[in-house]
């Protein structure tokens, strides 16, 4: 078998130290975020409190088991790779990184449902079967990936199967714990991802399209006064945010994965990034989607500005 084409993007060495970088970044910006969350969020956000505190540790487990025990370098369309993080349990790794995955995608799920409930579904029936339908959804989060986890091949016979597959041989890391297989059951694997995508996915639209619908569309009590309706607005606003963010940092590198699969394409770079992408979400979920949190950032950063104005006009003066 022929070298791949070897490029610093595509190396073990590029994706570790990355990771490390990301991992150093992520520990400040993951305290803002929870410090945003106790002591930041506004009243008229309390009902949410609490939900966005469990979507941010659902974020924080994923990055830790991301970019500290993992470190994935994945040969990707073959499920296999080695593992560059501290922890040598690579099948125990993969089911922490998608459960955690999968309880992020609930989470936001919650924050939609909530809203929707505090704003429209009181007086409903959906309010005798919502605290059943959050249970089941959680009961189901560490339950998706079970089948794979007990189907992992036996590891000498498949990663003979995997190098053979491959069109090259990518750069193996020095000092690496062993080559490991994921799966050699690509359907199994397809179907298990499509279910744990696909459940929150569309728990997410359906709540986002009743909100949506009662908020916009549906014919307003004529005594609503403007202000209402401009913060009903910005509300439908700061979910479509929430949405489309949710959507670039997710699903696009979980479609990367199955479109890599589907069609046998291999490329180290696109693999590496897919995998960093993952990494490096952080808190931008919450900071990007909800307008406290960004009018907090913008402070401290006018605040460090002004210090600093300050700061060169009082050296000029004693120049």
Not at 39 to 48: A, E, L, N, Y
Not at 66 to 85: D, E, N, R, S, W
Not at 103 to 113: A, D, K, L, N, P
Not at 214 to 231: E, V
Request: proline share 5%.
């Amino acid at each position: 078998m022929i070298d791949c084409p070897r490029h610093v993007l595509s190396s073990p060495e590029f994706l570790k130290i990355t990771f490390h970088v990301i991992t150093i970044i992520a520990i400040p910006i993951h305290t803002f975020g929870f410090y945003c969350i106790i002591r930041k969020t506004p009243k008229h956000m309390d009902s949410v409190k609490m939900l966005l505190f469990n979507l941010h540790c659902w974020c924080v487990l994923l990055d830790i088991a991301i970019t500290v025990f993992g470190i994935p370098y994945i040969f990707l369309p073959a499920l296999a790779g080695y593992q560059l993080g501290f922890v040598d349990a690579p099948a125990l790794v993969f089911y922490l990184v998608v459960t955690f995955l999968t309880g992020v995608s609930t989470s936001i799920f919650v924050i939609y449902e909530n809203r929707y409930h505090i704003l429209f579904g009181r007086n409903c029936s959906w309010r005798f079967f919502r605290k059943y339908c959050i249970v089941l959804s959680y009961c189901l989060v560490p339950l998706y990936f079970v089948a794979p986890i007990f189907s992992v091949p036996e590891q000498e016979t498949a990663r003979k199967i995997v190098w053979e597959s491959l069109s090259c041989a990518p750069e193996i890391p020095e000092g690496h714990f062993d080559f490991f297989v994921i799966s050699l059951n690509i359907r199994l694997m397809a179907i298990t991802i499509a279910i744990a995508e696909g459940v929150p996915f569309f728990q997410i639209l359906i709540f986002f399209s009743l909100n949506f619908y009662n908020l916009i569309l549906a014919r307003q009590p004529s005594g609503l006064s403007r202000k209402t309706t401009q913060m009903q607005n910005r509300l439908v606003l700061a979910l479509f945010v929430q949405s489309s963010v949710t959507f670039v940092i997710f699903l696009v590198p979980v479609n990367g994965i199955i479109l890599f699969v589907y069609t046998g394409y291999h490329n180290q770079i696109l693999n590496n990034f897919v995998f960093l992408a993952f990494a490096s979400h952080g808190t931008v979920i919450m900071v990007v989607a909800h307008k406290p949190y960004r009018q907090f950032f913008s402070l401290l950063s006018i605040r460090s500005s002004r210090k600093a104005t300050i700061m060169v006009v009082n050296s000029d003066v004693r120049l």
